[in-house]
């Protein structure tokens, strides 16, 4: 499953100069990136680092690595939080989650996009949400930060959540599924279940996604429970560049070819609001456009 790896000097080493494999952690969390500039993952590793409440293993597996990135994951351990930095074949988000469950050494693992900020509580809030429910996978709420003003489309709930977005309130609930900006996973309950589909998944230029739906569907059709915790709160940064109506068609293009690769039938995944109608037109076109692509991929791909 692992590929090639390569380490810098810094990576491996807490603030103090010893080994990450002697820290004794409560959880793990993952992220990756590919395209994400320096200063962008900077935001979210600074607020890992503020994590409070548990001993936290950060791991972060790196698609365009590079020795001031290292650095900076080390100067940034403290008592309870410890950095893992290294560099991975540059492959999928999918590859690298995938990574992240045979290389963490906790059973639950946290997985957050790299351009997410979490609060000091995110953590912990997730992390009790599948301790005290037993749950398989746990997500959390996420809302935007918008670094300029959002397009009328976004108030759409099916327009929303491409960008990645979930919020249902700060309560704890059952939910069906989760989305890849913030969530986690309990390693040891999913047993055989614990992967990621890598034929979906971010890839470089690629905006595939459904792979945590995949996982979730999984989970649920063996019985396990998937659950959302309101109190673990994630901001997800949202620039410039994605707040385009190009780039919308893009994302729901994607969308359609990504539930045709799960199989099924399209449904919404929430109740439609007057907005949704509204803009519906402009939705089916793309969604579509890109749902009989996957339909003719899904076809042409060789059996198993």
Known sequence: MAGPEHRFDAQGLDAHGSDVQGFDANLTVSLTRYGESDELVQQTLGSLASQRGVRLLVLFLDQRPNASMAEHCRRLCNLNVRFDY????????????NLAIAESPTR????????????????VQLYQ?????????????????????PLWLTRARVVYEQY????????????????GAG????????GDLACFDEKLGRRDGILLGGEETDLC?????????????????LHHQVLPERIRYVWI????????????????????????????????????????????????????APSA
């Open 86 to 97: 290294r560099g991975i074949e540059a492959r999928s988000l999918s590859y690298a989650r």
């Open 108 to 123: 639950v693992l946290l997985y957050i996009d790299s351009d997410a900020i979490a609060e000091p509580d995110w953590a």
């Open 129 to 149: 949400a599948i301790v005290q429910t037993g749950a398989a996978v746990a997500g959390c709420r996420i809302v935007p930060r918008w670094h300029r003003k």
């Open 164 to 179: 990645s977005m979930l919020d249902f309130g700060v309560q704890r609930s059952v939910a069906s599924k989760v989305v």
């Open 183 to 190: 969530f986690g996973i309990d390693i040891q309950r999913l």
């Open 217 to 233: 569907d999984r989970a649920r059709a063996r019985g396990e429970q998937v659950v959302y915790e309101g109190a673990a709160l």
């Open 249 to 300: 068609a893009r994302r729901l293009y994607y969308a359609g070819i990504s539930r045709a690769l799960r199989g099924g039938r399209p449904s919404p995944s929430h109740r439609m609001s007057i907005w949704d109608y509204l803009c519906m037109p402009l939705v089916l076109l793309p969604y579509t456009l890109g749902y009989r692509r996957g339909l003719r991929m899904r076809r042409s």
